[in-house]
């Protein structure tokens, strides 16, 4: 009897688990909604404006399936949300921002103030790691003119600038923590067009709270990331000023030239620069140290790097020893004067990117972020010291 | 009233290193930096080294406490309260088990639903979850061992992920070291002691426990261990994210995988994710197999079966969850089971151990009078 | 009695005309006289049954005696004029009852009818194939033998390959119609007791009709009814068996099959293949690992496309992303439907290709493999990055050498393949946890089947995941309890050179 029991027991069990897992199949089957990739508006680029009081957003719309017939939609609204929700009214799939790149902040915009959309963007589970970029203009020519460039053009020039070209790194880890953070601004590569409707990356854009104040060259953000990031890569170009008995050698060059001037030789010098030459700077260290004596305070910065030098005057003979340590010298202040002299230019326009206010909050009892910067920051004194290794001149004599 | 547990159904004594190690890391540590750092803030990584040494006083506390006659807080209950008040507190610690329990499983979806998918129902996710701890627990106490053993050895890889944010740390961020002052450490202390919750489980599976009282060496390595993963990955936060970023990231250890970049996956996050299921399962499945345990060690009865208990234990969770709606109420419930599990270790342990100690020598003086 | 829905005759009652009665019902059953000296003997058998030839030449010949005083009084008279070796004398009615459907002569003395001479002249050899080249289970290096279908060839393949007194093989009858000979095989003083016990009770424990083959009581006696994964190792190769022979597990050989199934056994067992242990270890080592990656790589490849493709496209890198949508561009189908559509079609190929005559065979699997592949291609039914991933995971899902576990693999990828597209990497996971559970509760003869994974046993370690060298494989796995786990010793190498200046 029992064996005939438990036997009945199982067969029902047995009938219970199929149920059951019918049910949870069933229900299951409709929980998550599907967004099957090819059926989503997958775009790389959006770009923020300010028109009329209203947000505008553009979005390059790379189309993968026919052949790159990317297409641009813009819409407005007084939300970043409702941005989202508006521009889904435009197009024939959903638009998704999983795979954004790159976030271009229209000049008026950033000048205004950028909170809103960082507010939204960061908290947003779906975004991953982008890049914000700020343009000269309006965030839309810069789209337009992404349209007949291939899907992650842009992501792709920034990587290559911020990799090889010198540009400082930034990705969403840094913008959150400046942003949030007391004690560093906002910094982030600037883009726009040159004269022949190229992209060009031109410089960094440095932001004081929210709002867009500064913009340096590219060679000062090159200085600026020699100074921050970890990789040092980059090209700089020195002008050297002209040596003494460099003038008398100039003088004979030239009466020599004149002398082997032939008939139909058309007199002109060389293009460029003679004493402007390039600095190719490989690798390096950089430390910031803070000195403080009574109410003075000293920001100290060293810089050792490792550079190969690029077509070096030819007045400069690297074989002779003073000649060598002249080349050094003169490059070491160069560097060192345009690094003060950057220094000086954010202290006067009152932004902080290298964030001297975390390194002053490491060493001090208390921190009070407006003090900082209204008291302490414009009085504080820099001292830079370069030290430059040649390790390398090329391939040849 | 002892437990009695066949042998085959033993497993060796230094399985105990996995089972406290994998207890105690489990949701936790994927949003605590946020709450250590309210009053402290960046020497909150002391306070985790404070909270985390204070354990091993506990644990020390737990080993005395239980015996080779009373080997289950059960058995412990009984010989100090007597039938009836034992089986009362019994209860309450059944209770309190299944609260810890609930409240992995409430985080846990609240994660899956922030994070991955923002759209999916509560009751779903809980039902699958549900039918799934079901499914693992009703195998035994050896099947959660083993899952316990993938509870360790995942957060050693969390160990090797830490080396992307450490491309972006700035140690300065950590200075000035001890500007705080005893009690802003000691408060943070106190919001540290939800991440070493777990060890208390012991109560339940010491029987099972070969060996048991050479195990205690275990129990102490592993909490040693899971100090020092905590300490780690403080540490490496606080370098990473600064303390006013901190307070506005509710999970920050999920914020540190954004910035992982593999070359053939994206979003490192999703991953780690779906991974961490794996650790969570300890702590989800240990509870609830604890509290049948109380419960058929309470009842005599052979129609309380323990798989019809846990069947309605894990019934009684996912109705509850359904009704725990939005982000604020989880919040309050990690909050509520971080003080009831702080009174727990730190009032109730203490107090079970001088009640049997108490009662040790009532039953010596009687003994001794007759 | 009802026994198996045989309706047996009780033993008593039974008389030996009722059997005669039975047999004569069959028309191979023959009943012959003969005279040895004036004495009559009836002989009966099975003519399907016996061999002729050697009833002519050593029975028949010699029961016309040229000695004419010989006279036959009792059958022990007869048996000692016969030289032949098995002969018995009974009157136990089943046993004659037994011998007489396996092939063996009753003979009887007219004047006798209560005792009879049961002379065993079966013919087993008819039929069955003389050698087994091993195709299923092939290996490049090594020999290649396998068993046959006649179970007396089979124990003498396997005591000339385990040339040892400890090897015991016991015999048991199984199946109430067929009465298949099953052989216990182990090692005496090394397999442990409690394992020999549980496999005898088990097997004594069968009530079945017709043993077809092992599998049919690896099904029977195995721990969990319910579990896709098999629980004991099968092969049809010798030097695999002997190797788990002398390892420490039972081997269970049933006549008739040249499948042999052996237990103890864990998961990794399945994985092992006889080249590893031909080949160097590092070389050994490397396949098998490529092995456990293939079966890694086919159970959730297809699922990760599934729940990528479908859930989840902020993973995809972005270089991936164009070929990726392009590939998907014209599939009217969700990603779910294209992978179910794919993995059936390959798996109707696999079964219509083991169907197939050999002579069609080749040009159908290539018409079916390339042919309907690029034509669903450019018909746009499927995407080809698809196509590719499907085809790559049906072929790693045959890299187990045992062909059992293959068909596991295949089916759980199908499982992986619907969690996927419920609840995408997330129903992945749960699968997954979902197979660890169950693989955690399983035991083959009572041993845990993860083992040595859980519970964790070092030695057991170095013939798992990797084939160490032979000095770190020579004790036996410890559980499997053997009673005596050391194989053979590690002598230390000489060493011929000196230092580093010596040379």
């Given amino acids: 009897m029992m064996n005939s029991m438990k036997a009945s027991y ?5 009938i219970i688990t199929i149920l059951v897992s019918l049910v949870i199949c069933t229900l299951l089957s409709g929980c998550v909604p599907r967004s099957i990739i090819d059926e989503l508006g997958i775009t790389h680029t959006i770009g923020i404006d300010e028109e009329n009081g209203k947000l505008t957003a553009t979005v390059l719309y790379p189309n993968y399936t026919n052949s790159n017939k990317a297409s641009v939609i813009k819409t407005a609204a007084d939300n970043p949300s409702t941005l989202k929700s508006n521009l889904g009214h435009k197009s024939q799939s959903q638009i998704v921002l999983g795979q954004i790149r790159t976030f271009v902040l229209g000049d008026s915009y950033s000048k205004a103030g950028i909170s809103r959309v960082l507010e939204t963007i960061c908290k947003d589970a779906t975004i991953g790691n982008i890049t914000f970029v700020v343009s000269d203009t309006k965030a839309e020519d810069i789209i337009k003119g992404l349209k007949p460039a291939p899907p992650l053009y842009l992501s792709h020039l920034l990587e290559t600038s911020v990799l090889h070209e010198g540009t400082p790194e930034t990705n969403i880890h840094t913008l959150v923590s400046q942003y949030y953070g007391s004690g560093i601004d906002i910094y982030l590569p600037n883009i726009s067009f040159d004269n022949e409707k190229q992209l060009v990356v031109s410089g960094l854009s440095i932001f004081k709270g929210e709002k867009l104040k500064l913009t340096i060259s590219n060679k000062e953000a090159f200085l600026f990331k020699l100074m921050n990031d970890k990789n040092k890569s980059g090209y700089y170009d020195i002008t050297l000023p002209t040596k003494d008995n460099q003038k008398g050698k100039d003088n004979d060059k030239e009466q020599k030239h004149n002398r082997d001037k032939k008939q139909g030789d058309i007199d002109g010098k060389q293009p460029g620069n003679e004493n402007n030459f390039a600095l190719k700077s490989l690798y390096g260290k950089h430390k910031i140290t803070l ?10 910065m060293n810089l050792t790097l490792n550079v190969e030098l690029k077509g070096i005057p030819e007045s400069i003979q690297i074989e002779k020893k003073e000649d060598y340590q002249y080349l050094k010298k003169s490059m070491e202040k160069i560097i060192a004067n345009d690094i003060e002299t950057l220094l000086k230019k954010l202290q006067q326009n009152e932004v902080d990117p290298f964030g001297f206010g975390i390194i002053y909050r490491s060493e001090s009892k208390e921190w009070n972020e407006k003090e900082f910067y209204q008291k302490i920051y414009p009085k504080m004194a820099f001292s830079v010291k370069t030290d430059l290794i040649l390790r390398q001149l090329g391939v040849g004599e | 009233m002892k437990s009695i547990v066949k042998e085959q159904f033993l497993v060796s004594t230094f399985f105990t290193f996995y089972l406290v190690h994998s207890s105690q890391i489990g949701i936790g540590i994927l949003s605590f930096q946020r709450e250590i750092t309210k009053d402290a803030q960046q020497d909150a990584w002391l306070s985790v080294i404070i909270a985390g040494l204070s354990i091993h006083i506990l644990i020390w506390l737990i080993y005395q406490t239980l015996d080779d006659r009373h080997n289950d807080i059960v058995a412990v209950h009984d010989f100090c309260f007597g039938q009836l008040i034992g089986n009362i507190f019994s209860i309450l610690v059944l209770l309190y088990f299944l609260l810890s329990a609930f409240t992995v499983f409430r985080t846990y979806i609240q994660i899956i639903q922030v994070w991955v998918f923002p759209t999916i129902k509560t009751w779903q996710l809980a039902l699958v979850l549900g039918v799934m701890i079901f499914y693992i627990v009703s195998g035994g106490f050896r099947i959660l061992t083993g899952f316990s053993i993938w509870g360790v050895i995942i957060p050693a890889f969390l160990l090797l992920l830490l080396y992307f944010p450490l491309q972006y740390m700035n140690p300065r961020l950590l200075m000035p070291v001890f500007n705080h002052t005893v009690k802003e450490i000691l408060l943070s202390t106190k919001a540290s002691i939800l991440l070493f919750v777990g060890f208390e489980w012991i109560f339940m599976y010491y029987p099972f426990i070969k060996g048991a009282k050479k195990s205690q060496k275990w129990a102490h390595l592993a909490n040693v261990i899971s100090t020092v993963l905590y300490l780690i990955v403080a540490v490496v936060s606080f370098m990473y994210i600064n303390q006013d970023t901190l307070q506005h990231a ?17 979003r490192f996050e999703y991953i780690f994710i779906f991974i961490w299921i794996l650790v969570i399962i300890p702590t989800l499945c240990i509870p609830i197999w604890a509290c049948t345990r109380i419960l058929k060690r309470i009842s005599n009865s052979n129609h309380l079966k323990p798989k019809i208990s846990l069947a309605f234990f894990i019934i009684v969770m996912i109705v509850a969850a359904t009704f725990i709606e939005n982000f604020v109420e989880v919040d309050k419930l990690g909050k509520f089971i971080s003080n009831v599990g702080f009174y727990f270790l730190y009032f109730y342990i203490p107090f079970v151990f001088l009640m049997k100690l108490f009662r040790n020598q009532l039953t010596k003086m009687l003994s001794k009078a007759q | 009695m009802e026994l198996g829905g045989h309706i047996m005759i009780d033993q ?20 012959i006289e003969n005279r040895v000296n004036d004495t009559k003997v009836l002989i009966s058998y099975f003519s399907t049954l016996v061999n002729h030839e050697l009833m002519q030449t050593s029975f028949l010949s010699n029961l016309n005696v040229k000695d004419e005083n010989l006279k036959i009084k009792s059958l022990k008279d007869l048996q000692e004029l016969l030289p032949l070796s098995e002969m018995s004398i009974t009157n136990d009615l089943s046993e004659i009852e037994n011998k007489l459907y396996k092939g063996q002569l009753i003979v009887q003395i007219e004047n006798e009818t209560s005792e009879f001479l049961l002379i065993n002249i079966n013919s087993c050899q008819t039929g069955l194939r003389q050698f087994n080249d091993s195709e299923n289970e092939f290996s490049v290096v090594g020999p290649k033998m396998g068993f046959v279908e006649d179970i007396d060839t089979n124990m003498n393949l396997l005591r000339r390959k385990i040339n040892s007194p400890k090897l015991v093989i016991e015999e048991i009858l199984i199946g109430s119609l067929s009465k298949t000979r099953v052989m216990i095989v182990y090692m005496d003083g090394i397999t442990s007791e409690q394992h020999i016990n549980t496999v005898r009770e088990r097997l004594a424990d069968i009530d079945i009709d017709i043993v077809w083959d092992t599998s049919l009581l690896d099904q029977v006696i195995r721990d969990n009814q319910n579990t896709p994964f098999p629980l004991y190792l099968s092969t049809e190769r010798i030097d695999r068996i002997t190797y788990t022979i002398v390892s420490g597990q039972i081997a269970i050989f049933s006549d008739g099959t040249p499948y042999a199934i052996s237990g103890p056994s864990t998961l990794f067992d399945f994985f092992i293949s006889p080249e590893d242990y031909y080949l160097n270890w590092v070389l050994g080592s490397f396949f098998r690992f490529i092995r456990i990656m293939g079966v890694f790589f086919s159970i959730f490849t297809s699922s990760i496309y599934v729940a990528v493709l479908t859930f989840h496209y902020e993973v995809i890198p972005k270089d991936l992303l164009g070929p990726l949508i392009e590939s998907r561009a014209n599939v009217p189908f969700p990603p779910i439907l294209e992978v179910i559509f794919l993995e059936l079609t390959i798996e109707l190929l696999r079964e219509a290709g083991a169907r197939l005559p050999t002579k069609v065979g080749q040009t159908l699997g290539i018409v079916g493999g390339i042919v309907i592949g690029q034509a669903a291609v450019a018909a746009a039914l499927t995407s080809n ?17 045992i062909f059992v576990m293959s068909n596991t693999i295949r089916v759980l990828r199908f499982v992986f393949i619907v969690l996927a597209s419920f609840l995408g990497g997330l129903g992945i996971i749960l699968g997954f946890v979902f197979l660890l559970a169950h693989l955690f509760r399983l035991k083959s003869f009572g041993t845990p089947y993860l083992v040595p994974l859980y519970p964790f046993r070092r030695n057991a370690l170095a013939d798992s995941f990797i084939r160490s060298s032979f000095k770190f494989i020579n004790k036996r796995p410890e559980y499997l309890r053997p009673r005596d786990s050391l194989k053979y010793g590690v002598k230390k190498k000489k060493k011929t050179k000196g230092d580093l200046n010596d040379e």
């Fill in chain 2, 250 to 266: 509710t999970w920050a250890t999920l914020f540190m995988t954004k910035i992982i970049e593999l070359p053939f996956i994206e």
């Fill in chain 3, 12 to 31: 008593n009652t039974m008389t030996f005309e009722e059997l005669i009665t039975l047999a004569k019902k069959s028309r191979d059953f023959s009943q």
């Fill in chain 1, 10 to 14: 199982m067969k029902s069990k047995f």
């Fill in chain 3, 385 to 401: 990055i698809l196509l590719i991933i499907v085809a790559l995971s049906a072929l790693s899902s045959f890299t187990t050498p």
């Fill in chain 1, 291 to 300: 000195h403080k004596k009574g109410n003075e305070n000293t920001i100290s």
